[in-house]
């Protein structure tokens, strides 16, 4: 996957903080066209379909995790169809209702995809990580207060994720569910980082490197 | 709701090298609540569960169960509300080798002098292992076993069901019917008090979670149960994204 040289080195703090911020931002633009694109092309492998019935069927594949516009499905089938990964059935009429289907190459493109394993530098996406930054800075490294509320925060989003993964299999979705989980075990790594944070030693190790 | 369990600055001192110890702690558990006890190990959780079973007395502090305060007790008074109003699971489950299911379910019973076969069948029975009653614990399975541990601690009807990792020595099956278990127990009223060290099990059953770190507890969260739309809750697009 071609990623952003964002120039993230081993500097000090003050210079790192808005690299990551922007490596954040490029990177994951580009894993969301990314995914949209073979997401689209992996839509069409199974039968050829037109921009809306695309729209609607990434949408329940992703079980309401994702809203896609339909503009950006039309871009993607356009840029697909421009990179000759897929081709329209029939003829062009009313572009609202023009078929695509994948073209031999977009097969293989789709295939090269999903063999890949995801590497790249690792996604954190979330405030939390700036806000840690800042606070050990500006709180005089007293965190307890922000890793109070944050801990909380995850324990609701752990229970709204568990009801969620319920949901999902009582549907018969277990593909959903699979996703579910993996969000569930990332909140419980998060949670275990905020425990981590508090516990004595770590406040310890804090205090030493001042 | 009314007050079931109150803990009014309990402090528990173990000797050295012995953690676990509590150190100053106060909360109370309302009637019907169903609770996790979340920490590390050696956080203190399990000595608070076992203070609240009177299994073992706090070095200073009260502790109060329906409004009986268990430091008033004798030790026979104490084995009496042990056995009369706490249900208690424990992880490896501690049933007699030698005698059969039935019979270990009906323990606490016959401590009471009450010991009626037909309700520990019945027991065995909505707990789906009525047909292995006869067997002896070597011949039953894990999540078996602790079903038999679980007919046992409800044999005398107690007020409060406290469970200390009671899913922790099965597989994850056994584990979920347990935990499906509980929460049938729950929604028959009953107050349960759950030490978990898994934030994924606490967060699915509990509505509140009492976190332990130390000795002290660090938070008293409860949790809500709103019907959310799955994008409220993840989002596999990122919000930057869409810009």
Known sequence: ?210 | MSELVRLTDVTKVYQEGITGALNDVSVTVEEGEFTAIMGPSGSGKSTMLNLIAGLDRPTSGTIAVGGTDLGKLSESGLARFRRDRIGFVFQFFYLLPNLTAVENVLIPAQLKGNAVPGRALELLDQLGIKDVADRYPARLSGGQQQRVAIARALINNPTLLLADEPTGALDTTSGEQMMDLLVQLHRDGRTILLVTHDAKLATRYATRVLSLMDGRIVDDARLESPERAPSEVIRVRSEEASQ
């Open chain 1, 1 to 210: 996957m071609d990623k952003t040289d964002s120039g993230v080195g081993p500097c000090d703090l003050d210079i790192r903080i808005a690299p990551i911020h922007t490596l954040n931002t490029y990177g994951v633009w580009l894993v969301e066209r990314l995914s949209l694109k073979y997401g689209v092309l992996g839509l069409l492998k199974e039968e050829p379909l037109h921009g809306y019935e695309v729209k609607n069927r990434f949408e329940a594949m992703l079980g309401g995790t994702w809203e896609v516009n339909i503009g950006q499905i039309y871009t993607t089938l356009q840029r697909l169809e421009r990179d000759g990964l897929v081709r329209p059935v029939g003829s062009r009429g009313d572009r609202g209702k023009l078929q695509y289907e994948l073209s031999p190459e977009g097969k293989k493109a789709l295939n090269e995809w999903l063999s890949q394993p995801d590497s790249g530098p690792q996604q954190l996406h979330e405030e939390i990580y700036v806000k840690l930054l800042l606070a050990t800075r500006i709180a005089n490294g007293d965190l307890q207060p922000m890793l109070a509320r944050q801990k909380r925060a995850y324990l609701q989003r752990l229970r709204d994720l568990n009801r969620l993964e319920d949901r999902a299999r009582r549907d018969g979705r277990i593909d959903l569910a699979r996703l579910v989980r993996g969000a569930l075990l990332h909140t419980e790594a998060d949670l275990k980082w905020m425990d981590e944070l508090s516990s004595e030693r770590f406040g310890a190790e804090a205090r030493r490197t001042e």
